[in-house]
């Protein structure tokens, strides 16, 4: 799972992944759970939220310092997009309004 996890950071920093590959672990992770999603969350989902808020907080800190807030603005309105895309072409649905809570945290209300 660590090779999903940083496959996703990777995709942030601007890399092109294989969505159809991270599509298909997603749905794996989901489909092992049988009858609930926990191995998806437990095992997938709880770490991917946590790299996202380390990985938003850092970059809302060097963005805010070089950068106005018009132009910062912008940047959260780009990561919330990115976020809601990145659910709709290969993460399981009911992370969305997880990862828009920690980019909202870590992107505007932390600040």
């Given amino acids: 799972l660590g090779c999903?996890?940083?496959g996703i950071e990777n995709e942030r920093r601007g890399e092109v992944i294989d969505r159809g590959?991270?599509?298909n672990t997603c749905s794996m992770l989901v489909d092992l759970g049988i009858s609930?999603?926990?191995v998806y969350e437990e095992d997938f989902e709880n770490?991917?939220?946590e790299q996202s808020a380390n990985f938003y907080r850092a970059e809302?800190?060097?963005f805010m310092s070089e950068n106005s807030t018009p132009e910062y603005m912008k940047k959260v309105k780009l990561r919330i997009g990115e976020?809601?895309?990145r659910v709709e072409m290969y993460l399981?649905?009911?992370t969305e309004k997880k990862i828009l809570e920690v980019v909202e945290k870590e992107m505007i209300s932390n600040h």
């Fill in 83 to 85: 976020e809601t895309r």
């Fill in 36 to 38: 609930s999603k926990s």
């Fill in 21 to 23: 590959l991270f599509k």
């Fill in 60 to 62: 809302s800190l060097m």
């Fill in 92 to 94: 399981d649905s009911n």
């Fill in 4 to 6: 999903l996890l940083e």
């Fill in 47 to 49: 770490f991917f939220l």
